[in-house]
């Protein structure tokens, strides 16, 4: 599949997940870790490397209590050592991965780097900097509204990194740095934070256990108190809304960082790249939702790999029709749509029943292969040739043989 559509390497997107499984004991797979759906079953993490063009090119699974950031570089390494890629590639990541490990060891390698930074981890300096009112430039959405804002520092900034003695050491690397403020993710971050706020509020005052919290607790402060209020060490512990640490998290709210090794690049185009990230995102609901890649009841380390591993092609062959056949212009859903719901039904010994949902997409293959898509009634011939579409006329580069037949 290489060969036949190509991968534009010079961008290299990355994220995990995690898979949980409904058992009770571990095993050395199978293990107990943080869950992106705070879950406390045993899970297995699945890293998801994608090209430029937002296709799948490299899987990886290890353990759940394993930390996903040196699977970036592993990835890198392993399909640079394969051939698979070569030259210089610039990784894309978010917060989750940005480490001072994951930089350092992509400027060794001789690539780039574009990830996101917490802008609450910030030096004081450097996050008053980022907040202040200063230096921004507004980027329209075409509607008359600003659909974000930004402004941008370069310099040489400090990592501590670890050598290969084990020693930490600082270094300075030269850096961009894009502040980047989006009032529609400033509402939906504000609108979360005050759900939690409320959930907390209603848990305190149905005394609840500290455990029931979940992300509502950083949010609030427990203390132990006695019967009148005061502060005891060998009393129950009770609960306070933290009203700075909500001050702050709203304050925050619609503001982000991203830090780059591309320097000359504009930072509309560092904007852009990033926030393409949301294809693994996305890629991975398809894999939970639409192809039933959980749960998984299976027991050994080979056939679970041998499962995500149909996962992956699926979602592979996914995008390669929705990016290389049909130019993105039909979502993913649209994809997943034409795929469960082409269906046809058998009325006689030579004759079908088309039941396929009319769509944009069935029209558009329609008129790219010439073959019967919508027409209700099939004849044998029409399933065979429907059921033999090749990917050349796919492209449009060859009709059907029921072509420019009329119908009856």
């Given at each position: 599949?290489?060969?036949?559509?190509?991968?534009?390497?010079?961008?290299?997107?990355?994220?995990?997940?995690?898979?949980?499984?409904?058992?009770?004991?571990?095993?050395?797979?199978?293990?107990?870790?943080?869950s992106?759906?705070?879950?406390?079953?045993?899970?297995?993490?699945?890293?998801?490397?994608?090209?430029?063009?937002?296709?799948?090119?490299?899987?990886?699974?290890?353990?759940?209590?394993?930390?996903?950031?040196?699977?970036?570089?592993?990835?890198?390494?392993?399909?640079?050592?394969?051939?698979?890629?070569?030259?210089?590639?610039v990784?894309?990541?978010?917060?989750?991965?940005?480490?001072?490990?994951?930089i350092?060891?992509?400027?060794?390698?001789?690539?780039?780097?574009?990830?996101?930074?917490?802008?609450?981890?910030?030096?004081?300096?450097?996050?008053?900097?980022?907040?202040?009112?200063?230096?921004?430039?507004?980027?329209?959405?075409?509607?008359?509204?600003?659909?974000?804002?930004?402004?941008?520092?370069?310099?040489?900034?400090?990592?501590?990194?670890?050598?290969?003695?084990?020693?930490?050491?600082?270094?300075?690397?030269?850096?961009?740095?894009?502040?980047?403020?989006?009032?529609?993710?400033?509402?939906?971050?504000?609108?979360?934070i005050d759900?939690?706020?409320?959930?907390?509020?209603?848990?305190?005052?149905?005394?609840?256990?500290r455990?029931?919290?979940?992300?509502?607790?950083?949010?609030?402060?427990?203390?132990?108190?006695?019967?009148?209020?005061?502060?005891?060490?060998?009393?129950?512990?009770?609960?306070?809304?933290?009203?700075?640490?909500?001050?702050?998290?709203?304050?925050?709210?619609?503001?982000?960082?991203?830090?780059?090794?591309?320097?000359?690049?504009?930072p509309?185009?560092?904007?852009?790249?990033?926030?393409?990230?949301?294809?693994?995102?996305?890629?991975?609901?398809?894999?939970?939702s639409?192809?039933?890649?959980?749960?998984?009841?299976?027991?050994?380390?080979?056939?679970?790999?041998?499962?995500?591993?149909?996962?992956?092609?699926?979602?592979?062959?996914?995008?390669?029709?929705?990016?290389?056949?049909?130019?993105?212009?039909?979502?993913?859903?649209?994809?997943?749509?034409?795929?469960?719901?082409?269906?046809?039904?058998?009325?006689?010994?030579?004759?079908?029943?088309?039941?396929?949902?009319?769509?944009?997409?069935?029209?558009?293959?329609?008129?790219?292969?010439?073959?019967?898509?919508?027409?209700?009634?099939?004849?044998?011939?029409?399933?065979?040739?429907?059921?033999?579409?090749?990917?050349?006329?796919?492209?449009?580069?060859?009709?059907?043989?029921?072509?420019?037949?009329?119908?009856?």
């Open positions: 599949m290489e060969e036949a559509f190509g991968h534009d390497m010079s961008l290299a997107y990355f994220d995990c997940t995690n898979f949980y499984f409904e058992i009770d004991r571990e095993d050395d797979f199978r293990r107990k870790g943080p992106k759906e705070h879950r406390p079953e045993p899970t297995v993490a699945m890293g998801l490397l994608l090209d430029a063009n937002c296709i799948p090119v490299a899987m990886s699974l290890f353990p759940g209590n394993e930390s996903d950031r040196p699977q970036l570089g592993r990835c890198i390494a392993q399909m640079k050592e394969r051939g698979s890629i070569s030259g210089r590639t990784r894309v990541a978010d917060k989750g991965l940005s480490c001072a490990a994951n350092a060891e992509a400027v060794l390698a001789g690539d780039g780097y574009i990830f996101s930074k917490s802008v609450k981890a910030l030096p004081a300096k450097e996050r008053t900097w980022a907040l202040s009112g200063d230096g921004w430039t507004d980027v329209a959405d075409g509607k008359g509204e600003t659909s974000f804002r930004y402004k941008m520092a370069d310099g040489d900034f400090e990592y501590t990194v670890e050598g290969e003695d084990g020693r930490k050491r600082k270094v300075s690397l030269p850096e961009r740095r894009v502040v980047t403020y989006s009032p529609s993710l400033a509402r939906k971050q504000k609108y979360e759900r939690q706020v409320e959930k907390a509020r209603s848990l305190k005052a149905a005394a609840a256990k455990s029931e919290y979940g992300d509502s607790a950083k949010y609030v402060t427990f203390s132990p108190v006695d019967g009148e209020g005061e502060v005891r060490e060998d009393m129950k512990v009770a609960a306070m809304l933290n009203h700075e640490a909500i001050r702050k998290a709203r304050a925050l709210a619609g503001y982000n960082m991203i830090v780059t090794s591309e320097s000359r690049m504009d509309r185009a560092i904007y852009s790249t990033y926030h393409r990230l949301w294809r693994i995102e996305e890629s991975f609901r398809v894999m939970k639409k192809l039933d890649a959980r749960p998984v009841y299976l027991q050994r380390q080979s056939t679970i790999s041998g499962h995500f591993l149909v996962c992956y092609i699926a979602v592979l062959l996914m995008r390669l029709l929705q990016m290389k056949v049909l130019g993105d212009k039909f979502s993913s859903r649209d994809i997943m749509g034409l795929c469960r719901g082409l269906d046809v039904c058998r009325t006689s010994d030579r004759r079908y029943a088309n039941i396929s949902r009319r769509s944009p997409i069935i029209e558009e293959l329609a008129s790219r292969t010439g073959l019967p898509l919508l027409h209700f009634n099939l004849t044998e011939g029409d399933v065979k040739a429907i059921s033999s579409c090749t990917l050349s006329m796919l492209r449009g580069e060859g009709k059907g043989p029921s072509a420019g037949r009329k119908r009856g």
